[in-house]
């Protein structure tokens, strides 16, 4: 049987992680800025994660949600304590599409209403209702077409006011990371979210915050969307919360009560998903590595917005993106091929840094100076000296 081909691949077999860096089967070391995705949030292989896991394994690996499972009575405190929304309600699931596919299904169940805001450049995942709010035909099977989801320019602070006005009461939730990923790297504005909230407030729908790429401390805050200072009524989660092990969430204002059986899962929160997710949080509390992605992200972002070749340096905290211009677009591929450095990108020229929220500063500072060898490099390939 052959692989069902959807991805194109660089080739490339990792083998072996650890901390901020993968080795391929040759023993080519590679210095990871992009997490596999803005997945690895403590550090490949940390060594606590890998022992809370095993000892996990050991004891039982699954059972299912018909019994009480108390390690997501621990989690969920855990989580409450690290995020400040102590009195939020957890949900748990498997993947981002699934805990944004659920956001807005109990955003639905509970006022009643069938609409949805989206923004333009949004990626929600690939699930039925994700993939309808996510503005990319390309992901949209016929099947998943839906004139239940309004899509409107990302920060238009007039045209989200104007479209509540008009349909306010048919709206049932406004779904937004607080930076988008996919899409480039763009930050939605305090502002704008600020905005969102009273709308919400006002017209009686749903604040949902993705939170699936930005959150989770990667932005320096728990949720990148708190640094509007307003709180949002649903926030889903995934990507860095198992640092690699499959598991999401929702967490649910207490205004939403929970109705059995609205919501159910197989997987979700099973015992080793929950003990690679209390892993996870306990590193970040003891590593306080909500600050150092703040204090390295600065780093990053000050070093390459004095790169003059490299256009609007911009994000938060661990999630950076700038653009490339088109003479030097295959810099992304060089830093892989030349420098053994993985980085993420986005259509077309955009690159996102991505990096384990545990980075260090020097190798921060070996991505600084390869980067600008790589485009020294490529300026004076293109201007040859006759
Ligand atoms: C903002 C955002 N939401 C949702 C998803 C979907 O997550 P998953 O691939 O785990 O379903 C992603 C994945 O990249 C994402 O970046």
């Not at 901390?19 to 596999?36: I, P």
């Not at 926030?235 to 207490?254: D, E, L, S, W």
């Amino acid at each position: 049987m052959n692989l069902f081909d959807v991805y194109p691949l660089n080739d490339i077999t990792i083998v072996k992680a650890k901390g901020s860096y993968v080795w391929d089967d040759k023993g080519e070391q590679y210095l990871d800025l992009y997490g596999g995705h803005a997945v690895i949030s403590i550090g490949h292989t940390h060594p606590h994660w890998v022992n809370r896991i095993e000892d996990q394994l050991e004891k039982i690996a699954f059972y299912s949600n018909s019994v009480k499972i108390p390690l997501q009575q621990e989690l969920a405190q855990k989580l409450g304590m690290l995020s400040g929304k102590e009195t939020y309600q957890l949900f748990l699931c498997n993947s981002g599409a699934e805990a944004n596919e659920n956001a807005l299904k109990l955003a639905s169940f509970h006022n009643g209403r069938k609409k949805i805001i989206a923004f333009s450049k949004a990626f929600h995942g690939r699930t039925s209702l994700a993939v309808a709010a996510t503005d990319n035909r390309n992901y949209i099977a016929p099947v998943n077409e839906t004139d239940h989801v309004i899509f409107l320019p990302f920060n238009d602070e007039e045209a989200l006011t104007a479209c509540f006005k008009e349909k306010g009461a048919t709206i049932s939730s406004v779904i937004i990371e607080g930076i988008q990923g996919v899409g480039g790297i763009h930050v939605a504005n305090d502002s704008f979210l600020r905005l969102i909230r009273s709308l919400c407030t006002e017209y009686g729908a749903v604040y949902i915050a993705d939170s699936v790429q930005c959150g989770y401390g990667r932005t320096g805050k728990f949720f990148s969307h708190d640094y509007a200072a307003v709180n949002a009524d649903i926030y889903t989660m995934a990507k860095g919360m198992g640092n690699g092990f499959p598991v999401a969430g929702i967490i649910v204002a207490p205004h939403i009560p929970p109705i059995h059986l609205q919501l159910g899962t197989t997987f979700g929160g099973n015992h080793l998903a929950c003990a690679a997710a209390i892993a996870v949080l306990e590193i970040i509390e003891e590593e306080k590595l909500m600050g150092n992605a703040v204090t390295i992200g600065k780093y990053l972002k000050d070093e390459l917005e004095n790169i003059p070749q490299l256009k609007n340096v911009r994000g938060r905290g661990l999630m950076i993106g700038f653009d490339v211009p088109e003479d030097l677009k295959s810099l992304k591929k060089n830093l892989l091929w030349n420098q053994k450095i993985f980085t993420g990108e986005s259509k077309p020229n955009v690159i996102r840094l991505l990096p384990s929220l545990a980075l260090k500063k020097k190798d921060a500072e070996q991505f600084i100076d390869s980067i600008k060898e790589e485009i020294e490099n490529m300026v004076s390939l293109s201007n040859p000296v006759s």
